[in-house]
């Protein structure tokens, strides 16, 4: 099985910045895309980022396109979520996902066959 672990999530104030990282671990990887989703109170599960295996293809939801930004670390098996100049609208509990056998980006959540336990991230005005 394989089991995801995200950190990094916590209380900052409306500008600052956080970063969220995301170990997987549990098995053997060969190739993997990886994303990044967020879900308020009372919302749905929205995709935030996503990348690709290689990590030289991205995805933004437009909301956060210009202020966060994805990597990955394939020898470490993690992925990360830089997020900055943060608004009280990304206030949100943060997900990671990962999508197994696969080198191309995926940008629905149900393509994704395993998720971490969430990590909450709050921006106060």
């Known amino acids: 099985q394989v089991q995801l672990v995200e950190s990094g999530g916590g209380l900052v104030q409306a500008g600052g910045s956080l970063r969220l990282s995301c170990v997987a671990s549990g098995r053997t990887f060969r190739s993997y895309a990886m994303g990044w989703f967020r879900q308020a109170p009372g919302k749905e599960r929205d995709i935030v980022a996503a990348?690709?295996?290689?990590?030289?293809?991205?995805y933004y939801a437009d909301s956060v396109k210009g202020r966060f930004t994805i990597s990955r670390d394939n020898a470490k098996n993690t992925v990360y979520l830089q997020m900055n100049s943060l608004k009280p609208e990304d206030t949100a509990v943060y997900f990671c996902?990962?999508?197994?056998?696969?080198?191309?980006?995926?940008?629905?959540?149900?393509?994704?066959?395993?998720w971490g336990q969430g990590t909450q991230v709050t921006v106060s005005s």
């Open positions: 990348i690709n295996w290689s990590g030289d293809n991205t």
């Open positions: 996902a990962l999508a197994m056998d696969t080198i191309v980006l995926h940008l629905e959540a149900s393509e994704y066959e395993y």
